[in-house]
């Protein structure tokens, strides 16, 4: 009998793992897994694009997020910005927008919507118009809600 409870004790401790020993829960407690959230993203790779961006905005808002793929401030910005955002297509439209494959349409979001080039940015078109625009740590999922 102690032979068969020791035998358990050690295939807990195994599914465990190490730090699963510190503040360990009982048995009958689930792991509770992270998922990962989707993002509604759509894809920013031609001009053309820029206009209908700019008559969706009229009936809602719509985000560009652009992002540098080599830029290491770039992706803490983006996942940053991922695991918190919270809203979805119907309430706002949110374009991704890769520079070092599109530096020209990059360039026209500026020449269109009157905002300096900045890497990442994040620009918020309503009515035909930037109402926000930020940039690097400034950039934050929830002030998209103010817009919505």
């Known amino acids: 009998m102690k032979l ?12 465990m793992g190490l730090f699963g020993l510190f503040g360990a829960k009982s048995s009958s ?9 989707i993002v509604p993203w759509h894809r920013l790779n031609s001009k053309e694009q820029l206009k ?12 560009i997020f652009k992002h540098s793929t080599r830029c ?47 890497s990442p940015q994040l620009i918020v078109v309503k009515n035909g118009n930037t109402v926000h625009q930020a940039s690097h740590n ?4 929830q002030d998209l809600e103010k817009f919505v």
């Open 4 to 15: 068969q409870g020791y035998y358990l004790t050690l295939k807990k401790i195994k599914n």
């Open 29 to 37: 407690e689930e792991k509770v897994e992270k998922v990962k959230k």
């Open 72 to 118: 290491g401030i770039s992706r803490m910005v983006l996942n940053q910005f991922e695991s918190s955002y919270n809203l979805d297509d119907s309430q706002l439209k949110l374009y991704f927008l890769d520079l070092l494959s599109n530096r020209d349409i990059s360039d026209e979001v500026g020449y269109t919507f009157q905002v300096m080039h900045q």
């Open 52 to 63: 209908a961006i700019s008559e969706e905005s009229k009936t809602k808002p719509v985000a």
């Open 138 to 141: 400034s950039i934050s999922a």
